[in-house]
């Protein structure tokens, strides 16, 4: 089974400190795209940042960036200088294909509280 | 540019009953996915429609059915409501060319079963 394992269900970090959500996937695709996306509680599901696995380099988006480890099938995300509105929580996804369509697949989430 | 937009935002439904979820894509894409998202947890993967078709489904019943128009707008029909249904109902849409594109969710469906 393809699968995705968040394995903090929740984490708080001072305001303007860094903090790391873990994320590990199972996948048989050789070429496949990796998600971080957040959920604030408005429910939107709102794209962080997205990492393709032929990639070597880490992807950045401003404050966010990933730690790619292909081999390992880790990709967590790194938030520096966190703020108020980053609270929210974070889903880390991959695409699986079948048949020429793709969805995605969710990791249970990783509730993150920033404290000012 | 419109981002996916949903509706109803919120509704409330007795058990048995049927409800339809609404959903127009983003501007410029033609596929939609729909996604059920249970309190507390990942959204899962529901069925995704392209060209008026269903193409991949997850593992739902046959409870649940879906509808794509000429306009790529969708619906989702989910059939003898059980309690356990009550959920964030999520659409997603996405552009089909090319392998990895960016999909984007609308603000969901809050739909409770009493």
């Known amino acids: 089974a393809q699968t995705v394992t968040q394995s903090q269900p929740e984490m708080s970090v001072q305001e303007a400190e860094t903090v790391t959500l873990s994320c590990t996937y199972d996948?048989?695709?050789?070429?496949?795209?990796l998600f971080w996306y957040k959920q604030p509680p408005s429910r939107q599901m709102i794209l962080v940042i997205r990492q393709e696995a032929y990639k070597q380099q880490n992807a950045t988006e401003n404050r966010f960036s990933v730690n790619f480890q292909k081999a390992a099938k880790s990709f967590s995300l790194k938030i520096s200088d966190s703020q108020l509105g980053d609270t929210a929580m974070y889903f880390c996804?991959?695409?699986?294909?079948?048949?020429?369509?793709?969805?995605?697949?969710f990791g249970k989430g990783t509730k993150l509280t920033v404290n000012p | 540019d419109a981002g996916v937009t949903q509706s109803p935002t919120h509704l409330i439904k007795t058990r048995g009953q049927q409800v339809t979820l609404r959903c127009s894509p983003k501007s410029g894409h033609d596929t939609v996915s729909w996604y059920q998202q249970a309190l507390g947890q990942g959204p899962q993967f529901i069925f995704q429609?392209?060209?008026?078709?269903?193409?991949q489904r997850g593992n739902f019943p046959d409870r649940f059915s879906g509808h794509q128009f000429p306009n790529y707008s969708s619906e989702l029909n989910v059939n003898a409501l059980l309690l356990g249904d009550s959920a964030l109902y999520l659409c997603?849409?996405?552009?089909?060319?090319?392998?990895?594109?960016?999909?984007?969710f609308g603000e969901g469906s809050w739909l409770t079963v009493v």
């Open positions: 996804a991959f695409i699986q294909t079948q048949g020429g369509s793709e969805k995605l697949v």
């Open positions: 996948t048989s695709e050789s070429n496949y795209y």
């Open positions: 997603a849409s996405s552009l089909r060319s090319g392998y990895g594109n960016t999909i984007y």
């Open positions: 429609y392209y060209e008026e078709e269903e193409r």
